[in-house]
Antibody
Framework: QVQLVESGGGVVQPGGSLRLSCAVS????????FNWVRQAPGKGLEWVAF????????YYADSVKGRFTVSRDNSKNTVYLQMDNLTPEDTAVYFC????????????????WGQGTMVTASS | SVVLTQPPSVSVAPGQTARIACGLN??????VNWYQQKPGQAPVLVVY???DRASGIPERFSGSNSGSTAALTISRVEAGDEADYFC???????????FGGGTKLTVL
């Protein structure tokens, strides 16, 4: 059973930065794309970013484009989300989610999820 | 732009059938996936590619997609099915993943 463990969340002032990590226990890590999905308190799910297995193709939600950067290190089985210029609207639990098929060139479906890490942007 | 419309809530008695709709607002043919989320937990994939059940999901869960409306149907509803359910698509025109607003299933 694959495990995804997010870390790096916390409280940050508006305009600040955080880097989230998602450590994945999966020997096939380098064959799968990953996504970040967030959920504001009491709200629904919002997709944030996608990164292909080789790290070349990336997609972002309009709400984070230009502020967030997704990356991965296939030698460490880890996916990252660098979040800059945070605003109170970015306050949410951030989930890492593994895509459903190998070598996916775009988001398909989210097969496995981590438990999430909380990010709070507040003064 | 693509908008996924779900009813905020659906209530059903145990043993009955629940149908959760996801309106696709004339967005063209879209493949729909469904997730279940219980309070304080991460979402769980229930149905993918419109009709395929995810691993470990009971046969009571089924998906359908007519083009304008997708639906998740839960037969013989149990108390443990009480959760929020979200539909999700990929919009190739905008290169965005979209979620519906979610439906809270209450088992009476």
């Amino acid at each position: 059973q694959v495990q995804l463990v997010e870390s790096g969340g916390g409280v940050v002032q508006p305009g600040g930065s955080l880097r989230l990590s998602c450590a994945v226990s999966d020997s096939t890590f380098s064959s799968y794309a990953f996504n970040w999905v967030r959920q504001a308190p009491g709200k629904g799910l919002e997709w944030v970013a996608f990164i292909r297995s080789d790290g070349i193709i990336k997609y972002y939600a309009d709400s984070v484009k230009g502020r967030f950067t997704v990356s991965r290190d296939n030698s460490k089985n880890t996916v990252y989300l660098q979040m800059d210029n945070l605003t109170p609207e970015d306050t949410a639990v951030y989930f890492c989610a593994k895509d459903g098929r190998t070598m996916a060139a775009r988001p398909l479906y989210f097969q496995d999820w981590g438990q999430g890490t909380m990010v709070t942007a507040s003064s | 732009s693509v908008v996924l419309t779900q009813p905020p809530s659906v209530s059903v008695a145990p043993g009955q059938t629940a149908r959760i709709a996801c309106g696709l607002n004339n967005s063209g043919r879209k493949i729909v996936n469904w997730y279940q989320q219980k309070p304080g937990q991460a979402p769980v994939l229930v149905v993918y590619d419109d009709i395929d059940r995810a691993s470990g999901i009971p046969e009571r869960f089924s998906g359908s997609n007519s083009g304008s409306t997708a639906a998740l149907t839960i037969s013989r509803v149990e108390a443990g099915d009480e959760a929020d359910y979200f539909c999700q698509v990929w919009d190739s025109y905008s290169n965005l993943v979209l979620f519906g607003g979610g439906t809270k299933l209450t088992v009476l």
